[in-house]
């Protein structure tokens, strides 16, 4: 029996909220962009200048004094961003009294709470970026940008194709390294007016870079608002482009297509084929297929539910999967059918594995490389016998508020699993 004398403000969350923020290592801030104040939440000095330090976000003549010059225009940027409540994160170098040059990072997003302020942190990170200066010059330009946490990617000058691109690009755009290596700036920026390429073009011919929003479009043609960055450099005898990319939106406010979407049947995809499977993987695998072109889904489990004896028997298809066995067995304790039945759930999503304590997200999913998966549940006279799984290399890829992944499909998948499973006893 729960115990209901202790109540939901025991530990007010206001309280518990400014200790968090007096322990993390940097100048936390709220700024009032209807009245224009900005407000500290933590007591944090940067450095032995904190008070000149903070001044920084407060005094706008303080940014030209401090901030060194080839970085005031990338500050003032991200600062306008700030004010208009914007996403946003930039790096830049300030000159100390003593002559020290520090690195620090900025960072804001729209107060969820107060539909007026921009709330972010401002960080000293003078250690991590020597780290980074003073490591040797052979080392890789990939492994290089993938310290940046922001979305970067370079692109070829002379034909415009994507070079490189860190793990936060990736993520966001969801192309494989080898499709990558195709994908041309025109393809990433085709949802802007040609007007708008115009001034991106016409800033790197005559000032080496350009600062603004662009819609950037990812393979499956949805769009994302990002503050970009692109500046011309030149590294190892070849001209690039450096694009450095600050997503706007949550994914569910993205424009276009939205982001989580759970997908339909092919257009080309025939049931006859299903009739046509004698096992449970060749049954499997024409699901897998049965997925449109594009569609986030690199893999399908099947587990089938033995509660009694406490076990699950899962087979799975998809790269991922393809060299597991058939039929492999989980503890029935821990398993997403437990959850299933547990919290008596009509399908149980995980939008990113890597936040999971499940251990059966820790012994399946996770070493495979799976980041995010829709299972939906089947029971037969009322009582659990299958879940089928819909698996994701890439996290966020499914919305528990849409209907199962080929929905359509459910009624001929179990009439033909119940098919080949009768041949296998």
Avoid at 138 to 158: G, Q, Y
Avoid at 317 to 327: A, H, I, M, T
Wanted: charged content about 25%; hydrophobic content about 40%; some cysteine.
């Amino acid at each position: 029996m729960l115990d209901t004398v202790l109540k939901p403000d025991y530990f007010p969350e206001e309280k518990l909220l400014a200790n968090y923020l007096e322990m993390l290592p940097g100048i936390v801030w709220r700024i009032d962009v209807v009245n224009n104040e900005i407000t500290f939440l933590n007591k944090y000095a940067a450095s032995p200048e904190g008070e000149r330090i903070r001044a920084i976000l407060q005094n706008p003549q303080i940014p030209q004094e401090v901030v060194v010059p080839e970085d005031r225009e990338r500050f003032q940027h991200c600062h306008q961003l700030i004010r208009r409540r914007g996403r946003t994160a930039c790096s830049f170098r300030v000159s100390t009294q003593a002559g020290e040059i520090k690195w620090f990072k900025l960072m804001g997003m729209p107060d969820p709470i107060h539909q007026r302020c921009s709330i972010g942190i401002l960080l000293d990170i003078s250690a991590h970026a020597e780290a980074i200066l003073n490591s040797t010059d052979n080392i890789k330009l990939s492994t290089k940008i993938d310290l940046v946490d922001t979305p970067v990617l370079l692109v070829r000058f002379v034909d415009r194709t994507v070079h490189l691109a860190n793990s936060a690009a990736k993520q966001l755009l969801g192309y494989d390294e080898r499709t990558l290596a195709g994908v041309t700036l025109q393809d990433l920026f085709r949802d802007n007016p040609d007007t708008e390429l115009y001034n991106v073009y016409e800033g790197l011919i005559f000032s080496d870079h350009w600062n603004g929003e662009l819609r950037v479009t990812d393979s499956l043609g949805k769009s994302h608002v990002c503050s970009t960055r692109i500046q011309a450099i030149s590294m190892q005898e070849e001209n690039l482009l450096w694009v450095a990319l600050s997503h706007h939106n949550n994914c569910t406010a993205c424009r276009g297509v939205p982001v989580k979407r759970n997908e339909t049947v092919s257009a080309k995809f025939s049931r006859s084929s299903m009739k046509r499977c004698t096992s449970v993987r060749a049954l499997l695998k024409t699901m897998l297929k049965a997925l449109p072109e594009g569609a986030p889904t690199s893999a399908l489990l099947l587990s089938r539910i033995f509660i009694r004896e406490n076990y699950v028997a899962v087979t799975g298809v998809g790269e991922p999967f393809d060299k597991d066995p058939e039929d492999f067995e989980h503890p029935y304790e821990g398993s997403i059918a437990e959850s299933i039945v547990r919290f008596k759930q009509a399908n149980h999503t995980v939008a990113d594995t890597s936040k999971s304590i499940k251990p059966i997200d820790w012994a399946l999913f996770i070493p495979r490389g799976i980041r995010s998966y829709f299972a939906q549940p089947f029971f037969v006279t009322d009582e659990l016998a299958y879940v089928l799984i819909f698996c994701s290399t890439r996290p966020d890829s499914y919305d528990p508020d849409f209907e199962a992944p080929l929905r359509e499909l459910h009624d001929d998948f179990i009439t033909n699993l119940e098919r080949c499973l009768a041949k296998k006893r």
